[in-house]
């Protein structure tokens, strides 16, 4: 028995893929006010300079807004607060937004997008006008990112096109040349490979050269995904989450982002110069439970702060 019990060993943990590792470097993650409150403390699930993008809802007070990006900058991340054009009224409410931001959340980077909302509310109705306003530059911001869609945007292009969304694309990229505003397209998130990485070298053959940050949904409920796929819009990758709603076997399984970032990061390490250069996980099924599953899947690249 001594012998048995000499020879027996613990179990090993799995290996993570080293590709994927290196994908996952500088991720980013999105929230809102009402998720960021369910985390008691950032530093315990990710890691140290991880950019958090802060969600606008329509009807969320700016109050609100500002103190959960403050919170967060406070517990030493990078803050990104979105700026939706369509419920900005005008130039004043802007730079009031932007100065709340900085005074209080040290704020130094957007998102800008065209916003949730079909009507807007004021004067703004792209995120190209925010863009011209000026503010952003005169505020000393340092980076902005656009809003990029791998299937398309019914709200902007009703034909099922890509028409308006690559035109505004190309006029953004052609900003980035006018200012020192470091630039990058944020996606919506999609759930199947091939498409993106169409999308990714369509952008690249057009002369388009904003880095892309990709959207992934993290783990969540089969059920919660489609919801959440069908109001954003998102459109052929769909069927990915429709064929596992017919296997019996998966069904009450939660779904995890493991094929998607395991091909896309199978395509950075074979090509290099691929224009995907970060991954923005939407977590959908809990903050919490996406770090997790970035902490399980990204070795290095994902070690919690309070943890390094």
Known sequence: MAILNFL???PTPERVN???ETFLKDFS???MPRTAEKVENFR???PQGTRVYIAH???TPIEEMVATAARINAEGFDIMPHFPARIIKNRAMLADWIARYQGEANVKQALLLAGGVTTPHGDFSDSMQLV?????DEAGFKRLHVAGHPEGNRDIDRDGTMKHVSAALKWKNDFQTRTDAKMAIATQFAFEAGPIIEWANTLKNEGITLPVHIG???PAKLQTLIKFAIACGVGPSLKVLQKRAMDVTKLLLPYEPTDV?????AQKAANPDFNISHVHFFPLGGIKTNATWATTNGGASAVPANAS
């Open 261 to 265: 970032i395991t091909a896309l990061a």
């Open 8 to 10: 027996r060993r613990e």
């Open 216 to 218: 992934i949904a993290g």
């Open 18 to 20: 080293p590709q994927v």
């Open 57 to 59: 809802i329509e009807g």
């Open 44 to 46: 315990d699930i990710l």
């Open 29 to 31: 993650i999105e929230v």
């Open 132 to 136: 011209e306003t000026g503010l952003f």
